[in-house]
């Protein structure tokens, strides 16, 4: 069920650590593109990358991104730690859990299950493949509607990290939103 609004699958990208030193150092980062706000904007997005997962490449280039940057000139504290770059394809800021799919007025399907991809995310990075369980030093961050699925979910994201996927080594979680609030 954690579906993007077309019904195709969610995605990640994930960059393992480089650095020894940082081998359980992560940065999460949440991609940003604004909301969709009606089911005709909604329906409009699903017909794009914004709103589905099946033009998704199978590797992305990050060296430039600001704190999420794999260059040590742009991110000196960050660049050798395993990076998660979760794809925003659900219109919402990660925050639909809608059991039903939703059919539009010229019979589209769409899907509001983002909350549903944030956990499978989470669930993923936790298993043995990925080593989220081992993390002692976490920076939870996104820009724009990533920025704002930053604040909305940070609590929830600290909490599960403490208490269920990393209870035994995580030290720090810290959030740091990028252009995260708009109306």
Do not use: Q
Request: one cysteine or more; charged letters at 20%; glycine letters at 12%.
């Amino acid at each position: 069920g954690a579906v993007c609004l077309d019904g195709t699958p969610g995605a990640l990208y994930f960059a393992p650590a480089t650095d020894p030193a940082l081998s359980t150092t992560w940065v999460l980062f949440f991609e940003g593109g604004g909301w969709c706000y009606t089911e005709a904007d909604c329906e409009a997005r699903s017909k794009g990358d914004s709103g589905g997962s099946s033009g998704y490449k199978p590797t992305m280039d990050v060296a430039t991104m600001g704190i999420f940057s794999t260059d040590p000139a742009l991110s000196p504290d960050f660049a050798g730690a395993n990076h998660v770059y979760m794809k925003y394809c659900d219109g919402n800021s990660f925050t639909g859990d809608r059991e039903t799919p939703v059919k539009t007025a010229t019979g589209a399907t769409l899907h509001f299950r983002g909350r549903r991809i944030l956990d499978a995310v989470l669930e993923t990075l936790a298993t043995d493949s990925f080593g989220l369980s081992k993390a002692t030093d976490v920076l939870l961050s996104g820009c724009s509607a990533g920025g704002l699925s930053a604040i909305l979910h940070a609590d929830a994201i600290g909490d599960s990290l403490a208490t269920r996927i990393a209870p035994a080594t995580l030290r720090r979680f810290k959030v740091v939103p990028d252009s995260g609030f708009f109306l």
